[in-house]
């Protein structure tokens, strides 16, 4: 696909058939993520890959939605502070940043491939951190459901350019 038509295509999916994602489209999204830029190339982020059939209740104890478990996957971003860059100027950690990015390029894969995703930042984190198993030095940052949308996407509503973007100052 064209990349302005991905970007423009791309939408909040909120229902999912219930058929499996292929393989090769998942390693296809995961490799997104591989690719992904990361400050200083740190890579300080793993994504861990849940499949969701036959543990809904489980996983749905981190976002409480019926559709973010409708999809036969759920990913999570997950980074690790101490392998991230932090600018020396004011040792601003660039974890948060390295997570959107990862995010974003898996996103817009999977929306290349045909399949949903949304955005979710809205989870309870000690659930995530329970059923993920993490490690204490791990922090979930961004989930999405995976699988092929089973809705169609709304109008998309946005500023205008001239409202986000400031020439030469404030």
């Known amino acids: 696909m064209e990349y302005t038509q991905l970007i423009s295509s791309r939408y909040s999916v909120r229902a999912y058939?219930?058929?499996?994602v292929e393989d090769q489209k998942l390693q296809?999204?995961?490799?997104?993520?591989?690719l992904a830029p990361t400050a200083a190339n740190r890579q300080p982020f793993q994504?861990?890959?849940l499949r969701?059939?036959?543990r809904e209740e489980e996983i749905g104890k981190i976002y409480h939605?019926?559709?973010?478990?409708q999809a036969p996957i759920v990913l999570a971003v997950c980074v690790i502070s101490s392998q991230a860059w932090v600018r020396e100027s004011d040792r601003f950690n660039a974890r948060l940043i390295d997570a959107a990015i990862v995010?974003?390029?898996m996103i817009l894969a999977a929306t290349n491939l045909g399949l949903g995703t949304c955005w979710v930042a809205n989870f309870k984190v000690d659930a995530a951190r329970s059923v993920l198993g993490l490690p204490i030095e791990a922090e979930p940052v961004i989930f999405t459901p995976l699988?092929?949308?089973a809705d169609n996407a709304g109008e998309k509503i946005r500023k205008p350019l001239a409202d986000l973007v400031r020439y030469d100052h404030w």
Do not use: I, K, M
């Open 17 to 20: 058939r219930p058929e499996p």
């Open 28 to 34: 296809a999204v995961l490799e997104a993520a591989r």
């Open 47 to 49: 994504v861990v890959v």
């Open 52 to 54: 969701t059939q036959g």
């Open 65 to 69: 939605r019926p559709w973010f478990v």
């Open 103 to 105: 995010a974003d390029h």
């Open 147 to 149: 699988g092929y949308p």
